[in-house]
């Protein structure tokens, strides 16, 4: 018994100290940014089971559970514990490498890994920082954003530091600032795809910016990426009847992520391009094909992700496509009109049938609206993209968009700015930060 104690006693104290280690080199903290079944998986899927580009028939919205059927409804009654959880757990992995790298010994690898490494860490902490902004405050209005709730903006890796939440203004200073330094240290393209770079932290920048209305950096930011990554798939290439359309990490690709809790809502035939969509693609468009499989039901399911082999994963990352379409609406709002139509040009001649462009307005209320309309069918099914477009345009330009949804003959209706648009934070969260709670 006191051998088996000792050696028992001894087992304890090794796994204490490895539970405690700290990664000591550049290697091993990138080794910790190159988690992909963290840092590029598990996204707050609540920003999509609430969006309006699908619906779903009764008994599936059933099988969802409470608090997936209740984001689906704008209940408010329960939140997904982990739209909360996972992208704060990504927080503390970038957080570690930030509080380490400085010190970290280079073994080996140059500055310039160090310098990745780093810019690695602060691109991820702003990515999370902005999902959960868009899922858990208001829509960004410059005019309020210093006196509307944003949120807990850790900076350390430290758990035992308690962080109440920011204000909005500060949560976007936050993510522009951290975007900014990772800038300076990444590269202008990754050696993979699943890595940040220049053009992957530029893209974020313009969505982030075109979220808070602040046209001419978003602008900025979308000809800087796209200088570094222009390219566009002609849809023309792709045959129209293919299973699975579209390569994993295709050459539009900018970085790439996809959501791991998909198949539980957008996967296999659970979910069904909404009716008006589907019926918004023109006849010569190549997506209305390539996007969307019929149904028995006659009703369509989502087939085009950008995602994964299987076609099922959706698509969370950046790609070129998005980066268009910011730079064009960004151009058609700043009477750069012309420069907007050639923008819009060069993305639509890889997306219908050659020689068969359709009519781009020249007036600028048009062209804004023919812009958000294909915005609208480029981007369905991408992840996060919707509900964040349908927040910015309600607050920034009165877009009145409504969502709403019928269950059991029952209907259920968000109006345009109305509260529920910052989701309840999950109740055991704010007990247990003794955070304020939305409205």
Same mark, same amino acid.
């Given at each position: 018994?006191?051998?088996?104690?000792?050696?028992?006693n001894?087992?304890?104290?090794?796994?204490?100290?490895?539970?405690?280690?700290?990664?000591?080199t550049?290697?091993d903290?990138?080794?910790?940014?190159?988690?992909e079944?963290?840092?590029?998986r598990?996204?707050?899927?609540?920003?999509?089971?609430?969006?309006?580009?699908?619906?779903?028939?009764?008994?599936d919205?059933?099988?969802?559970?409470?608090?997936?059927?209740? +984001?689906? @409804? $704008?209940?408010?009654?329960?939140? &997904?514990?982990?739209?909360? *959880?996972?992208?704060?757990?990504k927080?503390?992995? %970038?957080?570690?490498?930030l509080?380490?790298?400085?010190?970290?010994?280079l073994?080996?690898?140059?500055?310039?890994?160090?310098?990745?490494?780093k810019?690695?860490?602060?691109?991820?902490?702003?990515?999370?920082?902005?999902?959960?902004?868009?899922?858990?405050?208001p829509?960004?209005?410059?005019?309020?954003?210093?006196?509307?709730l944003?949120?807990?903006l850790?900076?350390?890796?430290?758990?035992?530091?308690?962080?109440?939440?920011?204000t909005l203004?500060?949560?976007?200073?936050?993510?522009?600032?951290?975007?900014k330094?990772? +800038?300076? @240290? $990444?590269?202008?393209?990754?050696? &993979?795809?699943?890595?940040? *770079?220049?053009?992957?932290?530029?893209a974020?920048l %313009?969505?982030?910016?075109?979220?808070?209305?602040?046209?001419?950096?978003?602008?900025?930011?979308?000809?800087?990426?796209?200088q570094?990554?222009?390219?566009?798939?002609?849809y023309?290439?792709?045959?129209?009847?293919?299973?699975?359309?579209?390569?994993l990490?295709?050459?539009e690709v900018?970085?790439?992520?996809?959501l791991?809790?998909?198949?539980?809502?957008?996967?296999?035939?659970?979910?069904?391009?909404?009716?008006?969509?589907?019926n918004?693609?023109?006849?010569?468009?190549?997506?209305?094909?390539?996007?969307?499989?019929q149904?028995?039901?006659g009703?369509?399911?989502?087939?085009?992700?950008?995602?994964?082999p299987?076609?099922?994963?959706?698509?969370?990352?950046?790609?070129?496509?998005?980066?268009?379409?910011?730079?064009?609406?960004?151009?058609a709002?700043?009477?750069?009109?012309?420069?907007a139509?050639n923008?819009?040009?060069?993305?639509?001649?890889?997306?219908?049938e050659?020689?068969?462009?359709?009519?781009?307005?020249?007036?600028?209320?048009?062209?804004?609206n023919?812009?958000?309309g294909?915005?609208?069918?480029?981007l369905?099914?991408?992840?996060?993209?919707?509900?964040a477009?349908?927040?910015?345009?309600?607050?920034?330009?009165?877009?009145?968009?409504?969502?709403?949804?019928?269950?059991?003959?029952k209907?259920?209706?968000?109006?345009p700015?109305?509260?529920?648009?910052?989701?309840?934070?999950?109740?055991?969260?704010?007990?247990?930060?003794?955070?304020?709670?939305?409205?």
């Amino acid at each position: 018994m006191l051998v088996a104690t000792a050696g028992c006693n001894k087992f304890l104290e090794e796994k204490s100290k490895s539970s405690l280690a700290i990664p000591k080199t550049v290697k091993d903290l990138q080794a910790l940014m190159d988690y992909e079944l963290y840092t590029i998986r598990s996204f707050p899927v609540g920003i999509d089971v609430a969006a309006d580009y699908y619906f779903m028939n009764d008994n599936d919205v059933k099988s969802l559970g409470s608090e997936l059927s209740d +984001i689906y @409804l $704008l209940n408010n009654k329960e939140t &997904k514990l982990s739209d909360w *959880s996972e992208s704060y757990k990504k927080i503390m992995y %970038a957080n570690i490498v930030l509080d380490n790298i400085d010190r970290a010994a280079l073994d080996g690898l140059t500055v310039a890994d160090k310098n990745l490494t780093k810019g690695t860490a602060l691109f991820h902490r702003s990515w999370n920082f902005f999902w959960l902004v868009q899922q858990f405050s208001p829509a960004y209005d410059g005019g309020t954003a210093n006196f509307e709730l944003g949120i807990p903006l850790r900076n350390t890796s430290d758990i035992n530091v308690s962080f109440q939440r920011a204000t909005l203004e500060q949560t976007f200073v936050q993510i522009i600032s951290d975007l900014k330094e990772a +800038i300076s @240290l $990444l590269p202008d393209l990754p050696i &993979k795809k699943t890595r940040p *770079s220049k053009a992957a932290a530029y893209a974020l920048l %313009a969505r982030t910016l075109l979220y808070m209305g602040n046209l001419d950096e978003a602008l900025k930011y979308a000809t800087l990426c796209l200088q570094i990554q222009p390219d566009l798939i002609d849809y023309n290439l792709i045959p129209s009847n293919a299973a699975t359309p579209f390569e994993l990490m295709n050459s539009e690709v900018i970085f790439h992520c996809s959501l791991a809790a998909s198949d539980k809502i957008f996967g296999g035939t659970k979910s069904y391009v909404d009716t008006l969509l589907f019926n918004s693609y023109h006849a010569d468009d190549l997506r209305k094909a390539l996007f969307y499989k019929q149904n028995t039901n006659g009703y369509y399911n989502f087939k085009g992700s950008y995602g994964g082999p299987t076609g099922t994963a959706e698509f969370a990352g950046l790609a070129t496509d998005e980066i268009y379409l910011i730079k064009a609406e960004c151009e058609a709002r700043s009477n750069k009109l012309l420069d907007a139509n050639n923008t819009m040009t060069e993305l639509l001649k890889v997306r219908f049938e050659s020689g068969k462009l359709p009519i781009i307005p020249k007036d600028k209320s048009g062209l804004t609206n023919f812009i958000l309309g294909e915005r609208q069918k480029e981007l369905a099914f991408r992840f996060g993209i919707r509900w964040a477009d349908i927040k910015r345009l309600n607050m920034l330009y009165d877009a009145g968009i409504s969502i709403k949804r019928v269950v059991d003959g029952k209907e259920y209706v968000l109006e345009p700015n109305d509260k529920r648009f910052a989701m309840w934070i999950p109740p055991t969260i704010i007990v247990e930060g003794d955070l304020l709670q939305n409205p």
